[in-house]
């Protein structure tokens, strides 16, 4: 099986992941992405010019010759890949692109694809076709549960206090640093020590298990989600999360002990102070096997094959079920 990868950022850790993960599968892959350079606007939706995405077509048609599907990671490659018009077409949906400006186009490329991806039930109730809740997975190699002390010692934390991990850029409206900063500053007032919130950007993704195993909380304020990844590391390293209730953060969280989802601020800051009085490591790693990589690459394999037996069928004349 052969299958040609259409992205708008080839070098997105949980993009190579899969692509990595597919290939132990044994598909063989190609990606293409989008010319030009990424912007960051202030809703967080990643765009380039029109011209980019006109030139994006041209090396869409000139490539797909020798694949058997075409994968559009990301609602603004989907149009590419539907314009090509010999090969079947999975389309992956990541969150800002259903939930941002571009969320009208990312809907009706989803009604002419022959597969839809989506990172949770969430995401799957704003679409009106089928479609099938695949996260992006995680490297529970990687992502363990390791001595806290040590873990400390090797991000030059100290050894005593409670640190809470935020792991996003303040500047990410949609993360909204505000509202965190608000809660742990109220609970502070009820937790015995120092209490440290710290926030987390641009570190190397091979340390962020380390940082996982620092803190004594996650905590996650945001406004929308789609399946955050900093939850399933969270749960495979352990550690106990606290978080709005975004995208598929309830379901992850579910039956896992010290994680709480919330909807207000009072909610936020009693489940902190409970998660870090006294801190302790939660049980969601045996939650976490539902998202490794394994099982995320075993789906998706599944799904290309069950599209190529569909397009077969319709060539056919077969009828096929929706």
């Known amino acids: 099986m052969r299958v040609l990868n259409l992205v708008t950022s080839p070098e997105s850790r949980f993009f190579k992941q899969q692509v990595e993960t597919l290939s132990r ?40 010759g020798p694949f058997d599907i075409v994968h559009a990671n990301y609602g603004l490659t989907a149009p590419a890949a539907l314009a090509q018009p010999t090969r079947p077409v999975v389309v992956s949906l990541w969150g800002s692109d259903l939930m941002g400006r571009y969320g009208s186009l990312s809907r009706w490329c989803a009604r002419q694809a022959d597969a839809v991806i989506v990172m949770s039930d969430e995401m799957a109730s704003m679409l009106d076709v089928d479609c099938h809740v695949i996260p992006h997975g995680v490297d529970l190699e990687r992502f363990k549960p390791e001595p806290q002390a040590a873990a400390r010692d090797r991000v030059g934390w100290a050894q005593d206090g409670t640190h809470v991990l935020f792991p996003y850029p303040v500047e990410r409206r949609v993360k909204n640093y505000p509202r965190a ?22 570190v190397p993704h091979r340390r962020m298990p380390d940082y996982m195993n620092a803190a004594d909380a996650l905590l996650l304020t945001s406004r929308r989600e789609g399946s955050p ?13 606290v978080s709005t209730d975004v995208g598929d953060v309830r379901e992850r969280v579910d039956g896992v002990d010290r994680s709480f989802v919330c909807r207000s601020d009072e909610e936020l800051i009693e489940a902190l102070v409970e998660v870090c009085r006294p ?8 939650k976490a096997q539902e998202v490794s990589l394994e099982t995320m690459g075993e789906r998706i394999e599944g799904l290309y094959a069950s599209v190529l037996t569909n397009r077969r069928g319709d060539r056919q004349g077969n009828t096929v079920p929706g």
Not at 42 to 55: M, N
């Open 25 to 64: 599968r044994g598909i063989d892959s190609e990606t293409v992405a989008v010319p030009g350079s990424r912007c960051q606007t202030d809703d967080e939706t990643t765009t380039r010019s029109v011209g980019d995405y006109l030139r994006f077509y041209p090396k869409v048609l000139s490539s797909v």
């Open 229 to 241: 990844n900093s939850v399933k590391e969270a749960l495979a390293c352990n550690l106990p999360i």
């Open 279 to 286: 801190p302790g490591p939660s049980t969601g790693r045996r």
């Open 181 to 202: 900063k608000r809660v742990v500053d109220a609970a502070k007032a009820r937790i015995d020590g120092d209490v440290e919130l710290h926030t987390l950007y641009g």
